[in-house]
């Protein structure tokens, strides 16, 4: 098994009773602590001469680790375990989002225009003039998650139900981050075809599409039919979103190395959808030397099992991961926890950068390589450098909205990472520090800013 640092996603709140007298407490906290928990906040309920009821926040590293924190503290003399809520769970109970009216409806005039009979002259206006849709409904701000739930974070195939949790996650994150409406829409068909029309018949509602966890190789096609058939933004954030955010972060950090991008030697591990969107926006940045890796290896010319989107970026090279990194300047993972160690590492060119971006555990720990790296970089939020899609599609959609852009092209792509990398002043620039956080406030305008520009300068802006 791998081991993980404490985290957030495996938070517990722990309720205790604890006799009120010196060192009761510490025993608790000792307790976590052997079980290599990480405490968090604490939490006075009640008190009494006698006895202390207190709230305690655990982080873990998996539910199991979660389970033998609780099997220490119960095993405390005089430690009563009142009650245990699993955070995470908690904050799902409900859903996360809702749907709320914009306009009071107070009185008989409220309603005689929000709904019938006056409603009836909007429906004629926008019957008439199309265009009127997006000025008179929510259409200009509002966005389709879609799903099929084939290809959930790093859990797999768990079908629509299962990734509802997480495409209501990409709701609230649009709405926090960009103002945007989004709503989910998790599909009960993996046929490709069958998504391809559903989405278009429900086109109508919406001013733009995010597509999330469509598995490869269904996923690619999918967006293909998309963006030639229907006439608003069609964006994949396991996608383009990943490689943007990855882009910037590899802008910035060749800069620490003072290496030039058209010159490095580039291993991406996993070719699945985020690893080959990410493989086609570094070349058009300007890498030229780039070998992709999957479970079997190096993709290779020699090899008769890869399918198109492989075969792009087929090499006539074989070989493993391992034999891949030797002398290379960059690894770049989107892959599996663990697959990569430290000689492998420590085989690549001289001050190497490693960006490993599988989640919740990363490709190799970063405290296992810090002083093997010029720059380390992961998805997690609990080191520096998190590379993330939030980065990207918050703002991505944002600008699309707002100019009404019929498309999303690789060169608003490319203005998106660089503009988050300007975000970060070279004053600020160093091996901790190549990527802006996901809260900082200047990321959706300034990433929504450059979508605009490109789409005006392509001719795709609507207005």
Known sequence: MIDSTPNPSFS?????????RVGMLASVTQAIASCGGTLGQIDL???????AIRDLSVDASSTAQAEAIVQAVRALPEIEVINVYDRTFNLHRGGKISVS?????????????AYTPGVGRVCLEIARD???????????????????????LELGNLGAAGALPVMEGKATIFKEFAGINAFPICLATQDTEAIIATVKKIAPVFGGID?????APHCFEIERRLRQELDIPVFHGNQQGTAIATLAALTNALKLVNKSITEVRIVINGAGAAGVAIARLLKKAGAAHILMCDSK?????QRQDLPAQKQEFA???????????VGTDIFIGVSAPGILTRDMVRSMAKNPIVMAMANPIPEIQPELVNNDVAVIATGRSDYSNQIDSILAFPGVFRGALDCRA???????????????????????????????SIFDARVVPTVAAAVQRAARQEGIARC
């Open 12 to 20: 517990l709140t722990l309720r205790l009773q604890i006799p009120n």
């Open 45 to 51: 309920v009640e008190r009494t001469r006698s006895q």
């Open 101 to 113: 009216s914009r306009i009071p409806l107070k009185s008989q005039d409220d309603l005689a225009m």
């Open 130 to 152: 199309p265009e009127q849709v997006y000025s008179l409904t929510i259409k200009q701000n509002t966005v389709a998650i879609v799903t099929d739930g084939s290809a959930v």
């Open 211 to 215: 597509l999330e966890d469509i598995a």
């Open 297 to 301: 290896g190096i993709l290779s010319t």
């Open 315 to 325: 090499v006539s090279q074989m070989g493993t991961l391992a034999g891949a990194l």
């Open 406 to 436: 019929t498309t999303i092209t690789t060169m608003m792509c490319l203005e998106a990472a660089q503009a988050i990398a300007s975000l970060v002043a070279p004053t600020e620039l160093n091996r901790e520090h190549i990527i802006p």
